[in-house]
């Protein structure tokens, strides 16, 4: 029988109903005997209240400090803690446990044995950003949480890596728990990227962002994964222990077995001989371990645990030195992952690793393992600053990123871990490269479009033509990926902007065919509708309209979005739109007409648009 209290909790709009088919599921498991299921619930509206209402919906940092209440009294009793989170309940959960670090309750969080989140929007939900805002959720004190590149969230993430994560202990500020970490496999509403962040080891399990919870649907693993995490981290008597340790080892072959035997002192007496023999297997025996970043990384951790922070770092830098120099791809990977793990269980000890000067001896591999996101924020600047020179160049001289300063760089952008500066040196180094080369490696669409958006604004027809074509030539994966809602409605107007007139672009034209519009999301089409009636200062109706408009419209249309999308359109245009007496409203006319080609509500809001466009602009 297993003593424990699994605690669920839900994300935003949802409540602790969401958890009933899979707690019903654990419930009657014969091997989870014992486990009760305690939901923690939190008010999540889905509209934001009045502006003078008497009450508010409780933000991350009420909701968190709730848990921390719940958890000393309503669970005072219970000796072991395991938490499963869906959505923004992974994000109410490390705010928790960052705000029980920053009071110094770290030692309070030991009975907390395991934790598993699903769908959490580690780096904020891209996909509803538009809709949030299209839809007026600006004062809800929940959403704002969820935008993309969130500084309290981010803050917030890599306290939990740093001090929860990888922590080497247990004490007041650090308390070491394993997270185990999910996306869903067709998750649309967040992302993989955004819902692995920089967690070591995350994977995926079957479902969109809801399907994820519903054991009923195809493919569905989540309830099975819990209770495996739960079977797998609950604390185990001796004789389990026993029975256990040498089943780890089973898995890995030749000298990984003897480093994993079942006594932590199996590793040799003497370190630095040890450390020696095993940087010598892992650079030149390729069958020492399967080509498995499991494996690797388990045994990194436990020469982590065994071994003096002097004696590692000779070890990484012999890693890096193998790196840098011409090995085996299946080398490669395992250096790195072995490396990587290296670095995160040291952690907050890395300062003592003489990283700088192992970045001066073995520049290009010492960048290789550095670029890990859970690690780069840890390294000291002038190890960091190093890195960058190895893989782009000199400051004031970058070269074009080449396809493995893409790999390594890409995700350390997409998880905001580096400085202002840092990021300029790289966006220059990405500009100078390809976008086909960027999209190759790993760099994202969000990435990329700053970039488009000064091609397309630069009236140029080959370098308008050139972008137009790339964005057509994209695999629907990545075209699709969600964007800033800023950035998506700037790509709406200058592709617009571009492919309307006497003299359009050829490139930007065939991007607004309606294989590719139709798939935009509602802040590209109102971006797109915006440049369609007026010209790109804004202040001006065009005579006439875009061609373009109608696409635009019918797409609006067969989102069922097209009255929040005018409303968009309008609101935007009532900041810049300037009053001519007497002047020429074609674009309104045009809007009209296309009015008449719908019926019922949208004919209505089309009307009402066209109407305001020519009192807006004429004072008619």
Avoid at 398 to 421: C, E, F, H, T
Wanted: aromatic share 6%.
């Amino acid at each position: 029988m297993i003593n424990t209290t699994l605690v669920t909790i839900h994300g935003f709009w949802s409540s602790p109903t969401t958890w009933e088919q899979l707690s019903e599921i654990w419930n009657t498991d014969e091997q989870l005997q014992g486990v009760r299921i305690h939901p923690f619930g939190y008010s999540s509206p889905k509209r934001p209240r009045l502006p003078f209402s008497v009450t508010r919906i409780p933000d991350y940092d009420d909701i968190a400090q709730t848990l921390a209440t719940e958890y000393m009294v309503a669970l005072a009793g219970a000796a072991d803690v395991a938490i499963v989170t869906h959505s923004q309940g992974g994000l109410i959960l490390q705010r928790f446990l960052t705000w029980m670090l920053q009071q110094g309750r770290g030692r309070e969080l030991a009975r907390i044995r395991t934790i598993v989140m699903l769908a959490c929007p580690n780096g904020g939900s891209e996909y509803l950003q538009s809709i949030r805002h299209i839809l007026r959720f600006g004062r809800h004190a929940q959403a704002g949480s969820l935008e993309v590149l969130s500084k309290p969230v981010a803050d917030t993430h890599r306290t939990v890596l740093q001090r929860i994560v990888n922590a080497t202990g247990v004490d007041e500020h650090q308390c070491r728990i394993p997270f185990h970490v999910y996306a869903g496999s067709s998750d649309k509403v967040v992302t993989a990227a955004s819902a692995q962040g920089a967690f070591p080891g995350a994977s995926v399990l079957a479902g969109n962002h809801f399907s994820i919870l519903d054991p009923t649907s195809p493919g569905n693993l989540t309830a099975e994964t819990v209770k495996h995490h739960l079977l797998s981290d609950l604390p185990a008597g001796p004789a389990q222990f026993s029975r256990q340790i040498p089943a780890a080892s089973d898995t890995l072959s030749g000298s990984a077995s003897v480093l994993l035997a079942t006594e932590p002192t199996a590793l040799p007496s003497d370190g630095l001989g040890a450390l020696r023999a095993l940087a010598r297997d892992l650079i030149t025996d390729v069958d020492m371990l399967a080509d498995s970043q499991s494996e690797a990384e388990i045994l990194a951790r436990h020469v982590a645990e065994e071994h003096e922070d002097a004696d590692l770092s000779s070890l990484l830098r012999q890693m890096a030195t193998a790196l840098g120099g011409d090995t085996g791809q299946v080398i490669r990977r395992r250096l790195m992952w072995f490396g990587r793990q290296l670095l995160r269980s040291a952690d907050a000890q890395l300062t003592g690793w003489s990283l700088e000067e192992s970045v001066k001896a073995a520049p290009q591999g010492m960048a290789v393992l550095l670029t890990d996101p859970a690690v780069w924020a840890s390294c000291p600047a002038g190890a960091r600053r190093r890195c960058l020179t190895a893989l782009l160049g000199p400051p004031d001289n970058p070269n074009a990123a080449k396809p493995l300063a893409i790999q390594l760089l890409a995700p350390l952008l997409r998880a905001g871990v580096v400085s202002g500066d840092e990021a300029a040196r790289v966006q220059a180094s990405f500009d100078l490269a390809t976008l086909d080369q960027l999209i190759a490696n790993g760099a994202t669409f969000d990435m990329l479009v700053p970039r488009i958006l000064t091609e397309l604004d630069s009236h140029v027809f080959v370098r308008q033509n050139t972008v137009a074509w790339f964005l057509c030539d994209l695999s629907p994966a990545v075209r699709d990926q969600p964007l800033e809602q800023e950035l998506d409605f700037s790509l709406g107007a200058k592709l617009t902007d571009a492919a309307t007139g006497v003299n359009p672009s050829y490139g930007a034209r065939d991007a607004m065919a309606w294989k590719y519009v139709s798939t935009w999301p509602p802040a590209r089409i109102a971006g797109g509708i915006w440049a369609a009636v007026s010209y790109v200062d804004g202040q001006h109706l065009r005579t006439p309209a875009s061609e373009h408009l109608s696409t635009l419209i019918a797409a609006a249309h067969g989102k069922d979005l097209l009255r929040e999308i005018l409303e968009f359109v309008r609101y935007s245009l009532d900041q810049s739109l300037e009053r001519i007496s007497g002047g020429l409203a074609q674009a309104s006319d045009d809007v009209l007409k296309l009015a008449g080609e719908y019926t019922g509500s949208d004919q209505q809001h089309l009307t009402s648009f066209g109407d305001w466009l020519r009192s807006r602009y004429t004072g008619e």
